[in-house]
């Protein structure tokens, strides 16, 4: 029987397992990458483990996300990890040389190689033919240190691509498509793997956009074969020597085929406030728009801002839109720059802002209250956005300059315009002068360590009985970014976890650091797919520091529930979902004998003291989770010589 991509990749990292649906597998990790947001954890961790040196082929660490620097904080991390990476041999790309998945595409993504990134959107470099996961800092730093990954063989969905895209509709709109069909749960314990005669029609960047968005869907990765294409843009890069073709057999076989026609869709749009509320473009048309951001990992690449500047030249943005643009990286902005494409941007009225994260995770550009903004990005979760109760919708750039030029939800296809053709070109202007290669001499170098930068805190072994009040009960689909926001108030304290952990839940429940300080911790009640969203640690690293011991959903997202564990906070699962609907917040519950429980079966009974019963919840834990979870969280499993 044949094999499909992801076997065949997997299979030449294999360490340990066998590739079964479910079955614990550990690869090989080639490459690593981190942002300033995660890093500054991933690399305390990584030092916590006491190895001098990194033991993966490529790791790098990017300066995207905390750039606004209103105060010291950024900069002491930028500092930190700057002087870390030279002295650990961790490449170093500096703040203003762009955002990481749009850089590691254009300079280091590899076909047929691994990539684990302490980023979500990851997955992005998946468009390069390489298997890239999204995880927390913690599993970055282990494959740094040389281990393995551990991951759940996942099932391999094939996304039959057929025809080609009609004129004004773009590769965002399949994936805005999948998220229609499938919701942001749709994709978990999945990996999408990209055929069909569909693909050959999609350039690298069209396909990264694909990617990136698999991220939304909850899936693990999303891949591409490695074909002309990639050929091409490789090319272009100046790295031909690191293209092979890569593709899945004839008779492969997948646990799910889903078919797409590109030349029955149509310009699709995200409404407020999940990625999955997608409709027809034209089905909202019309409403009025105030503000429109493009940029971000997604779609932020030369194409998409060399399109956006051909719809723009000659004309005028409408007066009551605010119009930004972040080019993904500096390659990008150097470009168009230097071609004049930038110009064409400011004369039609557009405000630049440097190459990074910026409005798509809060770090600028909050829009007005209640007032639409277009955004090109993957995420419009409720006040990820900087505004409490903002109305972000996602769209292509295509869409998103309508919008722009009109004032008003606009489907591009009634401008009048032909819709622009932009070539590859023939060669990307290269310069890695802002990439940092590490310190030849690392004895020589001092990691700098301003005041933001506080020691990791961790927990002691699981405790036998545990008990507390019901801090929290939420409902479905809350995201990390519910559970501790970002943006440009508290993601500066990424590195200091006291600080960091007044803010958790701030947005949903604002007494809930107050609550658990007082109760001295406790649990959280939540729905389906919790923790969906962001890959940052911290949102399992700062209700463990608070004391919250366990968390009982009726499903958790795959990086978030990896995050709990490593930090060994007890993910625990309904077995009668109807259950969520009899516990009330501030109940008190108990679950005794648990260490023993814990190495047994998958059964947990609980007490509600408060309402005087008992029910159940499930583990769910594989042996090594459960070793875990016993020593108190992965660096002291690691520590005690179990891995
Ligand atoms: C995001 O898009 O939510 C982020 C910010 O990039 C996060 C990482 C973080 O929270 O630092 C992600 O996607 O993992
Ligand atoms: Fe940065 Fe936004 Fe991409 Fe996250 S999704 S890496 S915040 S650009």
């Known amino acids: 029987m044949g094999k499909n991509l992801v076997q065949k990749i997997f299979e030449s990292h294999l360490v340990s397992g066998t590739l079964e649906t479910n079955e614990e597998i550990t690869i090989a990790i080639d490459q690593t990458l981190t942002q300033d947001a995660t890093g500054t954890m991933a690399y305390l961790q990584f030092e916590a483990l006491g190895i001098p040196r990194v033991k993966t082929k490529f790791s790098i660490s990017y300066v995207d996300h905390n750039m606004l620097q209103t105060g010291f904080e950024n900069a002491d991390d930028h500092r930190f990890l700057q002087t870390f990476a030279a002295k650990y041999g961790i490449y170093f790309s500096k703040p203003g040389n762009g955002i990481c998945h749009q850089v590691h595409l254009e300079r280091f993504a590899k076909p047929g190689e691994t990539l684990l ?14 298997i890239a996961i999204g995880v927390g800092g913690l599993d970055v730093a282990l494959a740094m240190a040389g281990e393995p990954f551990y991951l759940k063989m996942p099932e391999i969905v094939l996304v039959k691509l057929k025809g080609k895209l009609s004129a004004w509709v ?13 919701t942001v749960r749709g994709g978990i314990g999945k990996i999408f793997e990209f055929g069909g005669s569909g693909v050959g ?8 956009t694909i990617a990136n968005l698999g991220a939304e869907l909850g899936a693990t990765t999303t891949l591409f074969p490695s074909d002309e294409k990639t050929l091409e843009f490789l090319k272009a890069q100046g790295r031909k020597k690191d293209w092979i073709p890569l593709h899945s057999d004839q008779d492969a076989e997948y646990h799910q085929i889903i078919e797409i026609d590109l030349g029955k869709l149509e310009p699709l749009i995200a409404q407020p406030s999940s990625p999955d509320k997608v409709c027809l473009v034209r089905a909202v048309a019309g409403k009025a728009v105030k503000q429109v951001c493009i940029g971000s990992c997604n779609n932020s690449s030369y194409f998409d801002l060399m399109s956006v500047a051909k719809i723009l030249k000659g004309r005028k943005i409408h007066p009551d839109v605010s119009l930004t643009i972040t080019p993904g990286s500096k390659q990008v902005f150097e470009m168009i720059a230097q071609n004049g494409a930038l110009a064409m941007l400011i004369s039609a009225g557009a405000r630049i802002l440097e190459a990074a994260c910026g409005p798509c995770i809060g770090m600028g550009q909050a829009p007005p209250s209640q007032a639409v903004s277009i955004r090109t990005m993957n995420r419009n979760f409720l006040g990820r956005s900087g505004t409490p109760e ?27 315009l032909k819709p622009p053709r932009i070539p590859m070109p023939q060669r990307f202007l290269i310069d890695d002068s802002l990439i940092l290669p590490p310190a030849s001499k690392p ?11 506080q020691s990791l805190p961790l927990r002691g072994p699981l405790e036998d009985v545990i008990e507390g009040f019901v801090i929290l009960k939420v409902g479905d689909n809350i995201t990390t970014d519910h559970i501790l926001p970002a943006g ?42 919790y923790g969906q969203g962001s890959s940052r640690e911290h949102a399992a690293l700062a209700p463990m520091y608070l004391g919250i011991k366990a968390i009982i959903t009726k499903s958790y997202a795959r990086i978030h529930r990896s995050n709990l564990i490593n930090f060994g906070v007890l993910p625990l699962t309904f077995k009668d979902p109807d259950e969520f609907l009899k516990i009330r917040q501030e109940d008190h519950l108990r679950i005794t004998d648990l260490r023993r429980a814990i190495q047994g ?29 016993l020593a108190g969280g992965l660096l002291n499993y690691i520590r005690r010589g179990k891995a």
Do not use: W
């Open 443 to 453: 004895e020589t170098i001092v990691v700098e360590r301003g005041p933001n930068i």
């Open 601 to 629: 079966e998958s059964l947990l009974r609980v007490e509600n003291t408060t309402q005087k019963r008992m029910f159940e919840v499930s583990h769910g834990l594989n042996t090594r989770e459960r070793e875990v979870l």
């Open 117 to 130: 990134g302490a980023d979500s959107h990851t997955p992005n470099a998946g468009a390069m033919g390489m």
């Open 170 to 182: 773009t590769s965002k709109d399949i994936m805005l498509e999948l998220l229609r069909r499938l």
């Open 488 to 529: 440009a108030r508290i993601l500066p304290l990424r590195s200091n976890i006291p600080a960091i952990s007044k803010h958790l839940f701030e947005r949903v429940a604002p007494d809930f650091f107050k609550k658990t300080r007082e109760m001295g911790g406790g649990f959280i009640l939540g729905g389906e797919n």
């Open 201 to 208: 029609t999609l350039s690298i960047p069209e396909r990264a």
């Open 390 to 416: 903002d109305q972000v919708y996602l769209a292509s750039p295509y869409v998103s300059t309508a919008c722009a030029l009109k004032g008003s939800i606009t489907d591009p296809r009634t401008l009048g």
